[in-house]
């Protein structure tokens, strides 16, 4: 099983989005959503513990969800200014190192973190 901490901004227009606002991608519930950058992973936990901590922190929701096509070593094939390349090359350093952080910001993904294709939300946690 996995989790999704997701933004709920339905009070202005009834959409569940991604934390990450420059990387923003609205989820529906029941439905697969990719990525709608080529290539770019979508970010899920692989425990509860770790997802409850990032996403109670930050005062974000929480869903189980299904995944598919777990990134090995995603890449960035685009460019679209300075911060989200170096994010995404960074994500992807990380993976091939096999490093977990516990801060997110343009250096480090939070403890738990697992890049992904695609994320169905199933069932809201919190």
């Known amino acids: 099983m ?3 901490v997701v933004a709920d901004r339905s009070s202005v227009d009834g959409r569940i989005s991604s934390v ?3 990387f923003s991608v609205d989820y529906k519930v029941g439905e697969f959503v990719a990525s709608p ?6 970010c899920v936990f692989d425990n509860l513990k770790d997802a409850s901590n990032f996403a109670e922190k930050w005062h974000h929701q929480l869903y189980t969800c299904e995944i598919r096509g ?4 995603p890449w960035v094939p685009w460019s679209q200014g300075g911060n989200a390349v170096v ?4 994500i992807c350093d990380l993976i091939r190192r096999k490093k977990k952080h516990v801060h ?4 480090k993904l939070p403890k738990g973190t697992v890049c992904v294709r695609e994320v169905k939300l199933l069932e ?3």
């Open 104 to 107: 997110l910001g343009y250096h």
């Open 70 to 73: 777990r990134f090995r070593k």
């Open 87 to 90: 994010l995404m090359n960074t």
């Open 124 to 126: 809201r946690v919190f």
């Open 20 to 22: 990450i606002s420059f």
């Open 2 to 4: 996995f989790w999704k």
């Open 37 to 42: 950058w080529v290539g770019t992973p979508l």
